[in-house]
C-alpha cells in the first residue's frame, strides 16, 4: 500500500466525522469535587489503580431524544488496568431515577451491597447500572442478587469510558417513557468488584481500614453505606454541597456493627 | 488481560490482598469465621498445529513445559480468609495448575512413558498437583503512626510498574515480604514501605539471584501527597541487593561477610495535576542505578568462565545508569465540542534498570506500540521444519491481544493467544498523540507516534583504540536478538549492537452502534507502520559487524563486511492493518462478535549477503532466524462469545487464518542495494538460513479457546 492512499484513508475518515452529528441538550447535574468520600471520612484502596479523583462525580447528564445517553464524569482521567476493553475498569455507577416525585410509589431499599436506602418522597422507579462489566454477566448477576428489583433496573445495550466520562445509552421505553429532564436522580459512584461478596452487586466493600483493593473509614459489618461519592443536592457543584452529602450520608452503626441508623438518600432535580 | 484473566484477577485479590468477602453480619459476629471461597476454570483448546506440551497457547519455557494447542484440562482454585479479631486478617490461597494437567492423563494415573513422552504419576505437572500459592496476616494496631502492616504474600500493585512491578495476574502470589503502610495529616500523607524478596527465579543476571539467595531483596518506599483534588505527587526510592559470599572472606570463625552481586537503586518522583479543567498534566522521572560484579557475565577476555555468559539475562554485563521519564498533557476539550486530545513525551533510557520492575500486565506509555506486527508468529515460511523453530511462538497467527510496553524483562510464559503480549522498550524515545472525537453515536480515536531510540548506536556505543566501532565489551544482552531481523522484533530483546533506527505509528479507529435490535457494535480500524533501520552506518562498522560467519548453509556464499555496501544491511517494514467487528447481545446471555482482520507486511531485511550480526546456530535451517523479505499478508476471521448464567461464565474465540508469503531478494550491485530477480530455471536462493524458495508460501491456522469459570 502507498502513502497516498494512507493518507487518504486517514482523510476519509476524519472528513467522515466531521460531518457527524450534533449533539443534543438534556438535563445536566455538576457536584463538587473532592468529597469523594462517602460521608466525609472514606479512604481509596492502597493499589496504584485506584487513582486520584477515579470515584469523584463532578458531573452527571442525559441527554435528550428517544435514546439518550447517560454520561457520568468523575474527576480522574479513566483507564483500563483491568483490560476490560470499554475504556474504563475500577469503576461502577448506579444512577436511581425518581420519576413522579411521589411518596409512596417506588423502592425506598437500595440495591445489594450498597447499604442505602431512600426517603419515601425520594423513591426510585428505575436504576440505571453503567459497569465495565459485559452486560450479560450484570444481568446474571441482577438476577442471583436482585431479582426482586430486575424489571426496573436498567443495564445500557452499551457503556463505555473516554476521557473522564462514562457512557451508557439507554432506550427511553425501558425507562418507560417520559421526559428525563423533570425526574429526580441520585448517582452513586461505587467500584467495579469481578468477585463480589455473594450477596453484593458488583460492589466492592468499605471496611474500616482501607486495603490493596478494598476502601476504608467504614465499618467491618454492613452498617455503613458503601459508596463513594454521590449527587450532593442541589445538583449546582458548589463546595458547599459537599456538606450536604456528609450530611445525607450520615448513618450509625451499634456498637456490635448492627445498623442503627440507615444512610438515607434524597433525590436531587432540576 | 483478558475477561477471564479479570475475573481470577479479582478472585485472587479478594483471598490475597485484604477483600474478604464482607458478610451481612454484624461486626463481631464476623470475627474469628473462616469463609472459604474461589474457583473452578476449565480451559478447551483445540488447533491445528498439533502441539501438546501444556494447556497454554505460548510454546516456550521448559522442557515438557512449554505450550500447544490441544487439550483439555480443569484447575481448582480454593481461598481463604478470616478477620480473626479486629486487628488481625488472614487470607490464603491454594491452587492448583494446568501445565500439562490434560483430562487425557487420566488423573495422572501410573508410570512415565518416555516413548510417548508421557511423564508420569510421580511428575507434579501432570498430577492434578495443589500447592499453596500464598498467605498472608495483615495487622491492623489501631496506632497513630502506622494504620497496617502485611507479612506474606502480595502482588506488590501499591508501587509502580517503573521499579517494583506488580507481579501478573496468575502469580500474583509468588513474592513475599512485609508490607507497612500509614497515614498523617488527615490522611493527605500516605507511605508505604516494604521488603520484598527478590525471586532467586529471575530477579538478577541470567535471571538468577547466584547461589546465596534466601535474604536478597528489594527495599522499595514511597510517600505519595494528596492535599486536594488538584494534584498530588509521590516520591519513591528503592534499593535492591542480592548478596553473596565473600570468597574473601576465609575466617568462619567470626561468621562470613558478604559482597554483591548487584545492586539496583532507583530513584523517582511522579505528580499530577488537573486544577485547570480543559488540561490535566502528570508526570513521572526515575534514575536508576546499577552495579553488577564484573565476574558474574565474564564479559572482557581476561574474566574467568565462558566469555558472554550473560546473553540470556535481564540485566546489563557492566554497571549502568540512566533516567527514564514521561510526561502526559490531556486536553479535555480542543477547538469542537467532543473533540480531547493525550500527549505522551516519553523517554525510557537505554541503561534504566529496574530488575523488580513489572515485565507484564502494565503499560508504560500512551502508544498501542507494535500490534499488528505479528508478534510471536514464528512464521517458519521458508522450511515449515515442525522440528524446528516453529514449535516456539504462537504459530502463524501470532497474538491478537492488545501490546503492553513494559520496562522489566518482558515475560509472556504461560498465554494463550488471545491474551495481550507484553514488549520491553527500552530505549523507546519520542511522542504519541491520541486524538479522541465523541461525535453522537461515533466515536473516533487515533494515534500518531514518532520513535526514536537511545539505542541508536554503533557497536554498542564502543570504539577500539583506532576510533573504529568494535563490538567487543559490549555490555547489552543479545537474548534471542535476531527476532529483530524479522517482523516486530522480539519482545525481550531490545538491544541490538548496531542500530539506526526510527519508527512512526499511525492509527484510527471508529466506532458507532447501529440502532437495531439490540444494538449491533460496530467497529472498524486500520493502522501503519513503518520502522526503518539503517544498522551499520560506516564502512569501518561493517568489518566489526560482519568480520565472519558461521556457515550454516554450504551454499551461501558469504560476503564478508558486504563488500563495503553501507546500506545492504538497511532494514524497512511497512505493516498495514485493517480491521472490521460487529458485535450483538443475541440473548439477555450470550453477546457474540465476528471479526475480520486483514494484515500484510512489506518488509526488507536487507541483501542476501547479510546475516545477523554474530548470527550462529540460530542461523540454521531449524533455527529461529528466518528469512522474511518479502510481502506477506494474513487474514484472520475470528468468533468471540461471552455467555454469562448465574454463578458461572463461558468465553471463547475462535480463529482462522490464512495468507501468503510472497519473497523477494535483493542484492549488492556496485555497492548499491538492488533487486535481484532469479535467472531462469532457479528455484531457490541461497541465503545465510538457507536455500529460499522463490515461489509463494500458502499458509493457513486454525486455533480454539473456549474456557468455563464458576465462582463460589
Known amino acids: ?270 | 488481560m483478558n475477561l477471564r484473566n479479570v475475573t481470577l484477577a479479582a478472585a485472587v485479590a479478594t483471598a490475597m490482598l485484604g477483600l474478604a468477602p464482607k458478610a451481612t453480619l454484624a461486626a463481631d459476629e464476623q470475627y474469628g469465621q473462616l469463609k472459604w471461597f474461589g474457583s473452578i476454570y476449565a480451559k478447551f483448546l483445540d488447533g491445528d498445529r498439533r502441539y501438546e506440551n501444556a494447556l497454554y497457547n505460548n510454546a516456550e519455557g521448559q522442557t515438557n513445559d512449554s505450550g500447544g494447542d490441544q487439550g483439555q484440562g480443569i484447575e481448582l482454585e480454593l481461598m481463604l480468609s478470616s478477620q480473626v479479631s479486629k486487628q488481625v486478617e488472614i487470607g490464603a490461597r491454594i491452587h492448583s495448575r494446568f501445565n500439562q494437567n490434560f483430562w487425557a492423563n487420566n488423573g495422572g494415573f501410573g508410570p512415565a512413558n518416555p516413548s510417548t513422552g508421557y511423564l508420569g504419576e510421580e511428575d507434579p505437572r501432570v498430577n492434578q498437583y495443589i500447592k499453596l500459592r500464598g498467605a498472608w496476616a495483615r495487622i491492623t494496631p489501631g496506632y497513630d503512626w502506622i494504620d497496617s502492616a502485611t507479612i506474606g504474600n502480595s502482588d506488590w500493585g501499591m508501587f509502580d510498574p517503573f521499579t517494583q512491578g506488580k507481579v501478573r495476574y496468575i502469580d500474583r502470589d509468588n513474592l513475599a515480604g512485609f508490607l507497612f503502610q500509614g497515614s498523617a495529616v488527615d490522611k493527605t500523607l500516605r507511605w508505604d514501605l516494604a521488603r520484598v524478596t527478590l525471586s532467586r527465579q529471575y530477579q538478577g543476571p541470567q535471571f538468577n539471584t547466584g547461589k546465596l539467595f534466601a535474604n536478597d531483596a528489594n527495599y522499595v518506599g514511597q510517600l505519595k501527597y494528596t492535599p486536594n483534588p488538584d494534584w498530588n505527587a509521590t516520591l519513591i526510592a528503592m534499593y535492591a541487593r542480592d548478596k553473596e559470599l565473600d570468597e574473601n572472606d576465609t575466617n568462619a570463625l567470626n561468621g562470613t561477610g558478604v559482597d554483591s552481586r548487584y545492586t539496583n537503586q532507583i530513584y523517582g518522583i511522579r505528580g499530577q495535576y488537573s486544577g485547570l479543567g480543559w488540561l490535566d498534566l502528570k508526570g513521572s522521572f526515575y534514575y536508576s542505578d546499577f552495579d553488577i560484579d564484573e565476574s558474574v557475565c565474564n564479559l572482557e577476555p581476561n574474566d574467568p568462565g565462558p566469555p558472554n555468559g550473560c546473553r540470556f539475562s535481564p540485566t546489563l554485563m557492566r554497571d549502568a545508569d540512566d533516567y527514564a521519564f514521561t510526561v502526559d498533557l490531556n486536553f479535555n476539550e480542543l477547538f469542537i465540542d467532543g473533540l480531547s486530545m493525550g500527549v505522551q513525551f516519553f523517554r525510557i533510557g537505554s541503561d534504566y534498570q529496574s530488575t523488580t520492575a513489572a515485565r507484564r500486565e502494565s503499560d508504560v506509555l500512551l502508544t498501542e506500540g507494535l500490534e499488528g506486527t505479528w508478534q510471536w508468529g514464528t512464521p517458519n515460511y521458508n522450511f515449515g521444519n515442525r522440528g524446528g523453530a516453529a514449535k516456539g511462538g504462537l504459530g502463524w497467527g501470532a497474538y491478537d491481544g492488545k501490546m503492553e510496553q513494559v520496562v522489566g524483562s518482558a515475560d509472556n510464559d504461560f498465554t494463550d493467544f488471545d491474551e495481550p503480549v507484553a514488549f520491553q522498550v527500552q530505549g523507546w524515545e519520542g511522542i504519541t498523540l491520541v486524538p479522541k472525537l465523541v461525535l453522537g453515536d461515533w466515536e473516533f480515536v487515533g494515534e500518531y507516534s514518532y520513535i526514536d531510540f537511545s539505542t541508536n548506536w554503533q557497536a554498542c556505543g564502543l570504539r577500539n583504540a583506532a576510533g573504529e566501532p568494535d563490538k567487543t565489551g559490549c555490555i547489552y544482552p543479545r537474548m534471542e536478538g535476531t527476532h529483530a531481523w524479522g517482523y516486530g522484533g522480539d519482545y525481550r530483546s531490545p538491544y541490538a549492537p548496531y542500530q539506526d533506527r526510527e519508527m512512526q505509528i499511525f492509527a484510527l479507529k471508529a466506532m458507532y452502534t447501529v440502532d437495531f435490535g439490540n444494538g449491533v457494535d460496530l467497529m472498524a480500524r486500520y493502522k501503519y507502520i513503518s520502522d526503518e533501520d539503517d544498522r551499520v552506518n560506516s564502512q569501518a562498522g561493517l568489518v566489526d559487524a560482519y568480520p565472519s560467519y558461521k556457515q550454516t548453509n554450504p551454499d551461501w556464499i558469504p560476503n564478508m563486511a558486504l563488500g563495503g555496501c553501507v546500506g545492504c544491511d538497511n532494514r524497512r517494514a511497512d505493516y498495514d492493518t485493517y480491521g472490521f467487528s460487529a458485535g450483538y447481545q443475541l440473548h439477555p446471555d450470550l453477546y457474540a462478535k465476528l471479526i475480520y482482520e486483514y494484515f500484510t507486511v512489506e518488509l526488507i531485511d536487507g541483501t542476501i549477503d547479510v546475516a545477523p550480526v554474530s548470527c550462529g546456530d540460530e542461523c540454521a535451517p531449524a533455527g529461529w532466524a528466518e528469512y522474511l523479505t518479502g510481502k506477506t499478508d494474513k487474514n484472520r476471521v475470528g468468533l468471540n462469545f461471552s455467555y454469562f448464567l448465574s454463578g458461572v461464565e463461558f468465553g471463547g474465540t475462535f480463529d482462522y487464518l490464512w495468507g501468503t508469503y510472497d519473497p523477494s531478494f535483493f542484492t549488492d550491485l556496485d555497492g548499491r542495494r538492488v533487486k535481484l530477480i532469479p535467472a531462469a530455471g532457479v528455484t531457490a536462493v541461497p541465503t545465510v538460513v538457507g536455500n529460499i524458495p522463490i515461489g509463494d508460501t500458502n499458509y493457513s491456522q486454525y486455533r480454539m479457546k473456549v474456557f468455563m469459570k464458576v465462582s463460589f
Open chain 1, 1 to 270: 500500500m502507498n502513502n497516498k492512499a494512507r493518507i487518504a484513508i486517514m482523510a476519509l475518515a476524519a472528513g467522515f466525522a466531521l460531518a457527524g452529528v450534533t449533539r443534543a441538550e438534556g438535563v445536566k447535574f455538576q457536584d463538587p469535587t473532592g468529597d469523594d468520600k462517602g460521608p466525609g471520612n472514606y479512604t481509596y484502596p492502597t493499589d496504584a489503580v485506584y487513582t486520584q479523583g477515579s470515584f469523584d462525580l463532578i458531573e452527571f447528564e442525559v441527554t435528550d431524544g428517544d435514546n439518550p445517553n447517560v454520561n457520568v464524569t468523575v474527576n480522574g482521567r479513566l483507564a483500563d488496568p483491568w483490560g476490560m476493553g470499554v475504556g474504563f475498569a475500577t469503576q461502577m455507577v448506579f444512577i436511581f431515577i425518581d420519576k413522579d416525585g411521589e411518596a409512596g410509589k417506588g423502592h425506598t431499599e437500595g440495591l445489594p451491597g450498597l447499604n442505602i436506602q431512600f426517603a419515601p418522597d425520594s423513591a426510585w422507579e428505575k436504576v440505571i447500572i453503567l459497569s465495565p462489566q459485559p452486560a450479560s454477566r450484570v444481568g446474571a448477576e441482577i438476577k442471583t442478587k436482585a431479582a426482586n428489583f430486575a424489571a426496573d433496573i436498567v443495564v445500557p445495550r452499551r457503556t463505555t469510558g473516554s476521557g473522564k466520562t462514562i457512557t451508557g445509552k439507554v432506550s427511553l421505553g425501558d425507562l418507560g417513557g417520559g421526559d428525563p429532564s423533570k425526574w429526580g436522580y441520585q448517582v452513586v459512584v461505587q467500584s467495579n468488584e469481578g468477585f463480589p461478596d455473594k450477596s453484593d452487586l458488583l460492589t466492592r466493600n468499605v471496611n474500616e481500614f482501607e486495603g490493596q483493593h478494598r476502601f476504608g473509614g467504614g465499618n467491618d459489618a454492613s452498617c455503613d453505606p458503601e459508596l463513594m461519592d454521590i449527587l450532593a443536592p442541589k445538583g449546582e457543584g458548589k463546595p458547599e454541597e459537599a456538606q450536604a452529602q456528609y450530611e445525607m450520608l450520615k448513618h450509625e452503626c451499634g456498637a456490635d456493627g448492627s445498623s442503627v441508623k440507615m444512610a438515607t438518600l434524597q433525590m436531587v432535580r432540576k
